[in-house]
């Protein structure tokens, strides 16, 4: 129950931090960024001490020592992979296209007549 209260009180505060936005029209627009900015923090401050917080933090820091464990692709290797998709695409939109002729000669010429 304390963690559905923590909940709805963090987003309360990201609610009130756009509120603000709004209220303080008629100031500087760096106010109002701040505003939403320090709602934001203030929500995530909050959402961070309760139970669905913690295990989304412990669920980041999971995700960011797996992506340092990919091995990326180097410069070379991407070049060339997306050269051989644009020849791909290519080869298979001139076989459509041929294709899509072939079918027309066919249906029109050969078969209804239609010239």
Excluded: H, N
């Excluded at 931090?17 to 934001?40: I, K």
């Excluded at 091995?71 to 298979?92: H, Y």
């Amino acid at each position: 129950m304390a963690d559905k209260l923590k909940f709805a009180l963090a987003l309360a505060l990201v609610a009130a931090g756009v509120v603000g936005f709004y209220l303080l029209s008629e100031q500087a627009m760096v106010l109002r960024v701040l505003s939403v900015f320090a709602g934001v923090i203030a929500g995530a401050a909050v959402a961070w001490f309760s139970e669905p917080g913690r295990r989304f933090a412990d669920f980041a820091r999971d995700a960011i020592t797996e992506t340092k464990k990919v091995v990326w692709p180097s410069r070379k290797e991407t070049v060339q992979t997306t050269g051989l998709v644009f020849a791909f695409v290519v080869i298979m939109a001139v076989f459509l296209w041929v294709t899509d002729k072939g079918l027309e000669w066919v249906l029109y010429d050969l078969i209804l007549g239609w010239k």
